[in-house]
């Protein structure tokens, strides 16, 4: 079964900046389309991000684009989310989730690692 551990929240103004990584085990990256998805209290579970294994197109939410970057290094088996000009409505547990294909019900996702944007 595929794990994965996120790590890089905190707290940050809002305006600023983090970047989330996610380490994947004990198989290939390369088997994955992989993806973040957050939650906040209260509210429904929010897809962020999804980069596939075997296409150059990546999507992302509307509430995220243009501030938001996926990446991935499929030989170190990590995945990145850079997140610019953080507002305090992208608070939440943010999860990094592994999918056969982008949209499907994830394989498996980790602890999360939760953001918080406040001044």
């Known amino acids: 079964q595929v794990q994965l551990v996120e790590s890089g929240g905190g707290l940050v103004q809002p305006g600023g900046s983090l970047r989330l990584s996610c380490v994947v085990s004990p198989f290939a990256l390369a088997y994955y389309s992989i993806g973040w998805f957050r939650q906040a209290p209260g509210k429904e579970r929010e897809g962020v991000s999804c980069?596939?294994?075997?296409?150059?197109?990546?999507w992302y939410a509307d509430s995220v684009k243009g501030r938001f970057t996926i990446s991935r290094n499929d030989a170190k088996k990590m995945v990145w989310l850079q997140m610019n000009n953080l507002n305090p409505e992208d608070t939440a547990v943010y999860y990094c989730?592994?999918?056969?294909?982008?949209?499907?019900?994830?394989?498996?996702w980790g602890q999360g690692t939760q953001v918080t944007v406040s001044s």
């Open positions: 980069m596939p294994n075997s296409s150059p197109t990546t």
């Open positions: 989730a592994a999918y056969v294909q982008c949209g499907d019900n994830p394989l498996g």
